[in-house]
């Protein structure tokens, strides 16, 4: 019980902290529509909007820098001045002192560290808001690198966004645009990948699927995990050094080719896998002398079912030859428009967006710059756009920097376009359609197999009285809860009536015994019949329903 209590305690002076520091930069106008008070006489800070929520996330500290650097990966949401802004957010953060660190490890693995890396560097290699890194051997003697949760990163997180949600939850019910972008379910999106994150197992498993699919791929480095030294929340894998793609010049091929087989690497990742790493950032990317691409941080993965694969295809190669009629019908099979939309409105924003780049090259036009447009077309007219595409488009952005700083001339969205037009040919070609014939032909085939023998088993059950229907209704409680009132206040009305029909036949016998000269049980049953009615009249005018 006192525990709850100084949380509770604590969790309010977080609150009105955090509301305290964004009124500081500036968005008072919002703190004070909230129910809770808060006092700031400063000045607030100059800058845009978009400066100021950025230096009011670094002011709260870890757990909002990663939620602002998530949000920057989400143009479906914010406004491209606020991406900018938040993409600029780092997390400067001092490292764990090692024997923290070393009582993770100990506690994880129940032994000493020593007895699981003989060697290990007690400064970190690389340091961040859940996790930091150390090089260290193993008992074999191979050389790994050790990425060690933060101690209380699950305990900071899952606090902060129980606040956040509480802020949010707030703020929904005093403005209706947070009510319709439904902030308060972004905001536990958010939280559940941010918390994903820190389940290293599964960072491990994600590290292993893109080793095999890249086993045979010669210009591809994906270093190894070691299962028996990970655990939840600590992740051994393979050291790997490599060049960092700012010193370029250092590898021994050509900038071109360097571009073309990072281009590939990440298309094949995208077409032909449906997984791919969504946070190709320099940092994340480093090559070795003889030009091999070495991915690192699989924290950020994301997924593309086949269909959707072929739905972004033919999306692009839409978007790409200018097609309007064909961009707003996918994205009307992808059920992103609503109902109420203006379908021609729709059209004449994309058409007005394809006039803009009529007649420019592909190799001047940026997929950053088309993917903001569209995604302000999306937020303009309310479209949820699927989070896999937002988070793809997103990274095929960041690649677009990446390659353009090794080699500017590199022609990104015409190689898209090749990829995309390949998986097409693929999917309906002759031997796909007939695979996928045979599959519907055989799905059938099942079906009619087993139909006589449903049919039976159903007369069977009808004959014999057994067959049973379920129905669900939804929708029905509000109004059956309804009739059920109505139903116990008319039941009352009439007990009520035949408490004051039979009290005045009583009093009319005029039979005892008798108060005040009357028979007592005909005035007793008046008085109840009185009260009762007075009741259920309070009840009626506190419902409004009189």
């Not at 990274?395 to 898209?416: N, R």
């Not at 099942?446 to 669900?472: A, N, Q, S, T």
């Amino acid at each position: 019980m006192l525990k709850r209590i100084v949380k509770s305690i604590r969790n309010l002076k977080r609150v009105h902290y955090i509301l305290f520091v964004f009124a500081k930069y500036g968005f008072r106008d919002i703190v004070e529509r909230l129910p809770v008070r808060i006092r700031y006489k400063g000045k607030e800070i100059k800058g845009t909007r978009a400066e100021r929520l950025r230096m009011a996330i670094e002011e709260l500290g870890p757990t909002f820098i990663k939620i602002g650097q998530i949000l920057s990966l989400r143009p479906d949401l914010l406004p491209e001045d606020f991406i900018v802004e938040l993409s600029k957010l780092q997390e400067r953060v001092k490292p764990v002192p090692f024997e923290e660190i070393k009582d993770v490890i100990e506690k994880e693995f129940k032994m000493s560290i020593s007895d699981i890396f003989p060697v290990f560097e007690k400064q970190p290699h690389a340091t961040a808001s859940l996790a930091q890194v150390h090089r260290a051997k193993i008992k074999e003697g191979v050389e790994v690198v050790v990425k060690v949760q933060r101690p209380k990163a699950r305990n900071m997180i899952e606090s902060d966004f129980s606040i956040i949600r509480r802020i949010a939850e707030m703020l929904e019910k005093r403005f209706n645009v947070v009510k319709e972008f439904d902030v308060v379910g972004k905001i536990e999106e958010i939280g559940k990948n941010l918390l994903e994150e820190l389940d290293f197992i599964k960072e491990g498993k994600s590290i292993e699927r893109f080793k095999n699919y890249f086993k045979n791929d010669e210009n591809v480095i994906i270093p190894s995990v070691y299962r028996e030294y990970t655990t939840g929340r600590v992740l051994t894998m393979e050291r790997v050094e490599g060049i960092n793609i700012k010193d370029i010049d250092r590898v021994s091929i050509s900038r071109k080719e360097i571009a073309r087989r990072i281009a590939d690497f990440f298309f094949t990742q995208i077409f032909d896998y449906g997984y791919f790493h969504a946070d190709p950032h320099p940092g994340n990317i480093m090559l070795s002398p003889d030009g091999r691409i070495i991915l690192l941080d699989f924290g950020l993965i994301g997924r593309i079912d086949e269909t959707s694969r072929d739905i972004l295809s033919a999306l692009l190669i839409a978007i790409v030859e200018k097609d309007v009629n064909k961009t707003v019908e996918i994205f009307l099979n992808l059920g992103v428009i609503g109902k109420e939309t203006d379908i021609g409105e729709i059209k004449e924003a994309i058409k007005d967006l394809m006039d803009r780049y009529y007649g420019i090259p592909l190799s001047r036009i940026s997929i950053k710059r088309v993917a903001n447009e569209i995604f302000d077309i999306t937020r303009r007219y309310k479209m949820k756009m699927p989070r896999n595409f937002v988070l793809l488009a997103k990274s095929l952005s960041t690649l677009e920097g990446v390659i353009h700083q090794v080699y500017p001339e590199f022609e990104i969205i015409e190689c898209l376009k090749v990829y995309a037009f390949k998986l097409l040919e693929r999917r309906y070609n002759l031997e796909a359609v007939l695979r996928k014939t045979e599959e519907i032909v055989s799905s059938y085939g099942k079906f009619l197999e087993k139909f006589p023998e449903d049919v039976r088993k159903i007369l069977e059950k009808l004959k014999e009285g057994k067959l049973k229907m379920e129905m669900e209704h939804k929708g029905l409680e509000a109004i059956a809860s309804r009739i059920e009132r109505a139903l116990n206040r008319l039941s009352f009305s009439l007990i009520m009536a035949s408490i004051v029909i039979g009290s005045s036949l009583i009093v009319l016998s005029n039979r005892g015994p008798f108060l005040f000269n009357l028979p007592a049980f005909g005035i007793i049953g008046f008085i109840l019949a009185g009260l009762s009615g007075f009741g259920l009249l309070i009840t009626l005018l506190r419902s409004r329903r009189l």
